[in-house]
T-cell receptor
Framework: AQKVTQAQTEISVVEKEDVTLDCVYE???????LFWYKQPPSGELVFLIR??????QNEISGRYSWNFQKSTSSFNFTITASQVVDSAVYFC????????????FGQGTTLQVKP | DGGITQSPKYLFRKEGQNVTLSCEQN?????MYWYRQDPGQGLRLIYY???????QKGDIAEGYSVSREKKESFPLTVTSAQKNPTAFYLC?????????????FGPGTRLLVL
């Protein structure tokens, strides 16, 4: 069965610290996509990144970086030099090759960055 | 600006009442989705539509109904059969309903029961 697990419910850091949010997924498909979304207090989900199952290259975008490892079924997200504006709930999601486009979400990790 | 709008921002439902949540997109996307979010939990799929005049049940469709008469609109009705409707409802759309497509979300509607 397909599943996404974000074991960290809440993380609290002080500004400028680095923080890694973990995501572990389960799927039987060989073709799938993984996503990260940010949900600030306003509630709207903001798309951060999409990664397909055939591309294991790590990606960096400014202070954000993602580490995809198929061997451990993980797609972890690191924020470098965290800022107060990074405070939000972060969701990892999985889309399988059933071509419905539906997303399976993890339970989310609440990140609090203190000044 | 292209995007997804949801209204109202807050909605109050009385016992036995049906209420309808609006979702409109001007992104020219074919696929649209409704998710429910409960406190401290991830999003769960209620219904989805990959094309006009067609829609499919998601994982928690009981007590909900939808229609897709226009490409840009996908309203969700929470019926009286939904016994625990208090939640945050998010609408999303994607270019097509395929595995590789990114879903973009609206601002959400918070439904409360009086």
């Amino acid at each position: 069965a397909q599943k996404v697990t974000q074991a960290q419910t809440e993380i609290s850091v002080v500004e400028k610290e680095d923080v890694t949010l973990d995501c572990v997924y389960e799927t039987r498909d060989t073709t799938y996509y993984l996503f990260w979304y940010k949900q600030p207090p306003s509630g709207e989900l903001v798309f951060l990144i999409r990664r397909n199952s055939f591309d294991e290259q790590n990606e960096i975008s400014g202070r954000y970086s993602w580490n995809f490892q198929k061997s451990t079924s993980s797609f972890n997200f690191t924020i470098t030099a965290s800022q107060v504006v990074d405070s939000a709930v972060y969701f990892c999601a999985l889309s399988e090759a059933d071509n419905t486009g539906k997303l399976i979400f993890g339970q989310g990790t609440t990140l609090q960055v203190k000044p | 600006d292209g995007g997804i709008t949801q209204s109202p921002k807050y909605l109050f439902r009385k016992e036995g009442q049906n209420v309808t949540l609006s979702c409109e997109q001007n992104l020219n996307h074919d696929a649209m989705y409704w998710y429910r979010q409960d406190p401290g939990q991830g999003l769960r799929l209620i219904y989805y539509s990959q094309i006009v005049n067609d829609f499919q049940k998601g994982d928690i469709a009981e007590g909900y109904s939808v229609s897709r008469e226009k490409k840009e609109s996908f309203p969700l009705t929470v019926t009286s059969a939904q016994k625990n409707p208090t939640a945050f409802y998010l609408c999303a759309s994607s270019k097509e309903g395929w595995v590789k497509e990114t879903q973009y979300f609206g601002p959400g509607t918070r439904l409360l029961v009086l």
